[in-house]
């Protein structure tokens, strides 16, 4: 079967196209008007920012070919922004061109307390019996990622809705016209099936109106690949302690990137981080191996990728510069959803909070503008400052711990550091994620260099002290040793997901069974049984 893609240039369509040739079929790139109303079966993966999409669309002239094919209910499946599209407008795009305005009703930004994007796996409640859902189980869950909701005016186009805080559309249907909120191709198997669907079934259209409800969004759980090049130059995956990777003068070796990837996936990981935390010779654009393992792991692993390491501005030994953008984008069509950035945004926010004004040219505002603000993590990489009283360190976030420091202190702040936690600086973790929620970011990687490498469980306090003061999502991340950190962690603060990479990566603590103790303490987690 040939499936004819719409890749307008924006984000990762390089799982859509794995998902696709793993099913058996082929892809055929949209290049010219005509190649759209030519489509058998037509698929709109949306990246991004609905603005610059709908602009480029409107460039390319297919903006028209677009609405006649779907005029002629051909059949047609929209991913995020894609389905997003066959509404009159959004929010986030005060361009005034014209939207493909299929369905009546518009696009508006998340109203909650919640954080906001709504990102992770949550449950679809299915209004309709469609052929697209045929054999996907219920209270089956789905990833999403988006700031941004569609509110259509006719309730016949619902397909599902989801809850967050409250009930949204999350996928609609008229007759072969499909669209998606979240992302089949990072669903898993059960997102593989759908697109299997779509592909396969003869007739799409759905039969008659259902109620199967389902439940809500899940905790995330998260394995990091901290990756760099050994002393041979293979390049392989690592664990520190307190950030210090090496075992009696040799690099750790904890084994190969795209199988410990892939097995992370068949073990149920709801997401899968790389760290790439090798020196870099020049830029990371040349530093291929990473590339090749994105493109390697996006073939077998349907689930999000996030790739952190060397995301910045350069100039190379030839003289020639690449900007921040350049790199994200060579990574994201390589196979990532997202990418993290840690260093770099310390010197951002404290230029930032100097001048009080966005320039709009930083990595984290660059990034944001043209994928979306989902697909910018702040890699924050923090470290304990124990202090008497609040008056000791008055520009910073102090708070009143429960664990004195060794002088009996009674009091600290959150020292963020750069350079792999080599050097200080003098700007507190609270500021540091604020500032990047001001500038665009989606996410915060929330690391602790006191915790990292002693399994004593996550740093509680701190992870407090941030997801209190922003309203993007939180990952805990440094010193899980047990399934119980994890509880501890989701029971006793808001953060969103949690990461883990030694105890995975040693088979200490198998990703199924901290989901299993999860869901045994009445904490939503997506099965993968």
């Known amino acids: 079967m040939m499936i004819t893609l719409l890749d307008y240039g924006a984000g990762n369509v390089r799982s859509v196209v794995n998902a696709i040739e793993k099913l058996g079929g082929k892809i055929k790139p949209v290049t010219k008007p005509s190649d759209i109303l030519d489509a058998e079966k037509l698929l709109f993966p949306g990246v991004g920012n609905y603005e610059n999409m709908i602009r480029i669309l409107t460039e390319k002239n297919y903006i028209a070919p677009l ?16 389905m997003q599209a066959l509404f009159e407008g959004s929010e986030e795009d005060v361009s005034g061109n014209e939207s493909l305005s299929m369905f009546k009703g518009r696009v508006n930004r998340f109203k909650t307390d919640l954080a906001v994007p709504h990102i992770g796996w949550n449950g679809v409640n299915l209004k309709k019996d469609s052929p697209v859902f045929k054999d996907v ?16 005016e006719d309730e016949s186009v619902v397909l599902t809705t989801t809850n967050y805080d409250y009930e949204f559309v999350s996928s609609v249907q008229q007759g072969n016209i499909i669209g998606t909120q979240f992302h089949p191709e990072k669903s898993g198997n059960a997102g593989i099936k759908l697109l299997e669907n779509f592909i396969y079934q003869k007739d799409l259209r759905a039969k008659k109106a259902v109620d199967i409800k389902a439940k809500g969004l899940s905790k995330r759980i998260i394995a990091c690949l901290d990756v760099r090049t050994n002393d041979q130059g293979d390049l392989v995956v690592t664990k520190g302690d307190q950030y210090d990777v090496r075992d009696e003068g040799n690099v750790r070796n904890l084994g190969k990137p795209v199988e410990l990837a892939k097995r992370y996936y068949e073990e149920g990981a709801d997401e899968i981080t790389f760290l790439n935390i090798t020196g870099f010779r020049d830029f990371p ?15 077998n692993v349907f689930v999000p990728l996030t790739i952190g390491g060397g995301i910045r ?7 020639k510069t690449y900007t921040a953008l350049d790199v994200a984008s060579r990574y994201f069509r390589s196979g990532a959803d997202k990418i993290s950035i840690g260093s770099d945004a310390v010197d951002i926010a404290e230029q930032y909070l100097k001048t009080g004004k966005k320039t709009g040219k930083s990595s984290i505002e660059e990034i944001s503008r043209v994928y979306g603000n989902q697909a910018v993590v702040i890699s924050v990489d923090p470290k304990r400052v124990y202090v008497n009283s609040p008056d000791d360190a008055k520009k910073h976030h102090v708070i009143k711990t429960q664990f004195p420091g060794p002088n009996n202190e009674a009091y600290c702040w959150y020292q963020c550091t750069v350079q792999g936690g080599r050097k200080t600086r003098d700007l507190d973790a609270v500021a540091l994620a604020k500032a990047c929620q001001e500038l665009g970011a989606g996410e915060i990687l929330l690391n602790c260099i006191d915790k990292d490498g002693t399994n004593s469980g996550f740093d509680l306090e701190l992870i407090n002290a941030v997801r209190n003061a922003v309203c993007i999502p939180v990952i805990a991340s440094s010193g899980a040793g047990c399934e119980d950190h994890f509880f ?7 953060a969103q997901a949690a990461l883990a990479a030694g105890i995975f990566h040693r088979k200490e603590v198998p990703i199924q069974n901290v989901k299993n103790y999860l869901l045994e303490r009445n904490i939503e987690v997506r099965s993968t049984i």
């Not at 609405?67 to 894609?82: T, V």
């Not at 189980?137 to 569609?150: A, G, M």
């Not at 501890?488 to 808001?494: G, L, R």
């Open 67 to 82: 609405r006649e094919y779907l005029k002629a209910d051909q059949p047609f499946f929209g991913i995020c922004l894609g």
């Open 137 to 152: 189980l219920p209270d089956t869950k789905f990833y999403f990622v988006h700031s941004y909701h569609i509110v259509p």
């Open 285 to 299: 654009l040349k530093d291929m191996p990473m590339i090749k393992v994105l493109e390697q792991t996006s073939k």
């Open 313 to 319: 501005d350069y100039t190379d030994s030839n003289g």
């Open 488 to 494: 501890q962690v989701f029971e006793k603060t808001s």
